[in-house]
């Protein structure tokens, strides 16, 4: 079945950057988009972005344009994002969610990676 | 960007009762092609969002037909027929028509 274990939660001090990382089983990694989503404590979702690890295509939400990267890893099925210049407000969870394009719609998510900026 | 507006932000429900939620967009999430990329989510605590409904009406695997979803345009309903003690949790309709995509702000449902 369709698997996406994210990396364990980050304490990262404010300046510093930090990469989650998100790996994939269970289907072609290749062949689907995936896409990240932040949560912030009590808030809601906003979507970041997505990456094609077929080509490393990317789209970004302009509003995180410069602070998140979206890469991936085909030898390892593992998508990573990074997220640079980091201040208080990027203290949350992130989630990993795949896209599935036979259905138009992210059908997997990943249990979510916590970071906490904080000096 | 398009905001989605969620109604109501709670909703206390017994168990068995039948109970709808909206969503109402800024602008029409309907494309040039005749798609309209509507979804519902459910958030349960501690966990990641766990799809219901895609493509406005269509169920997600696995998921029970108590729930279901309807609307057209900017205007959009989850309905949940019989709510059950698992339903608990955080409702979201996300649009993902116009970029970049975009959630609505959220419907908690608690037990009554």
């Known amino acids: 079945q369709v698997q996406l274990q994210q990396s364990g939660a980050e304490l990262v001090k404010p300046g510093s950057s930090v990469k989650i990382s998100c790996k994939a089983s269970?289907?072609?990694?290749?062949?689907?988009?995936m896409h990240w989503i932040k949560q912030q404590p009590g808030n809601g979702l906003e979507w970041i972005g997505w990456i094609y690890p077929g080509n490393g295509n990317t789209k970004y939400n302009q509003k995180f344009n410069g602070k998140a990267t979206l890469t991936a890893d085909k030898s390892s099925s593992t998508a990573y994002l990074q997220l640079s210049s980091l201040t208080s407000d990027d203290s949350a969870v992130y989630f990993c969610?795949?896209?599935?394009?036979?259905?138009?719609?992210?059908?997997?998510w990943g249990q979510g990676a916590s970071v906490t900026v904080s000096s | 960007d398009v905001v989605l507006t969620q109604t109501p932000s709670t909703l206390s429900a017994t168990i068995g009762q039948s109970v709808s939620i909206s969503c109402r967009s800024s602008q029409s999430l309907l494309d040039s092609a005749g798609n309209t990329y509507l979804y519902w989510y459910l958030q349960r605590p501690g966990q990641s969002p766990q799809l219901l409904i895609y493509?406005?009406?269509n169920l997600g695997s696995g998921v029970p037909n108590r729930f279901s979803g309807s609307g057209s345009g900017t205007d959009f309903t989850l309905k949940i027929s019989g709510v059950e003690a698992e339903d608990l949790g955080v409702y979201y309709c996300?649009?993902?028509?116009?970029?970049?995509?975009?959630f609505g702000g959220g419907t908690k449902l608690e037990l009554k």
């Open positions: 269970g289907y072609t990694f290749t062949s689907y988009d």
């Open positions: 996300m649009q993902a028509t116009h970029a970049p995509w975009t």
């Open positions: 493509l406005v009406s």
């Open positions: 969610a795949r896209y599935n394009n036979y259905y138009y719609v992210m059908d997997a």
